[in-house]
């Protein structure tokens, strides 16, 4: 189970880089650094989600192997989900609030 958590890390980081990537290097400069702070907000919230949610399941104290898997699985999913909207939104303040102290100086 350990490890299902890893290769979902990985494939989060992998998916945030690409959009880094994409947006820094294929015309969309202008967009490059908006996608940063979003990207790597939702990828910061996924990671602090998924582990809220899992650690929901120990608080509960759900017993049993296939209760705590399917709990595991089920809150760790939503807490990802509702962590990266989470993240995204503060990637987008701390982009808005980066920007206009800028242009302020």
Known sequence: M??????????????????????????????????????????????AGAVKGSSLCIAMGISGPWSTVGCFIGLSIIGAEVGALLGESAGNILYSVTEKTNEHL
């Not at 945030?16 to 939702?42: D, L």
Request: net charge positive.
């Open 2 to 47: 350990r490890n299902i958590g890893y290769v979902g890390i990985a494939f989060s980081a992998m998916n945030s880089a690409n959009e880094i990537h994409r947006a820094c290097s294929v015309g969309r400069t202008n967009e490059c650094k908006q996608v940063k702070f979003r990207a790597i907000g939702k990828f910061t919230g996924e990671i």
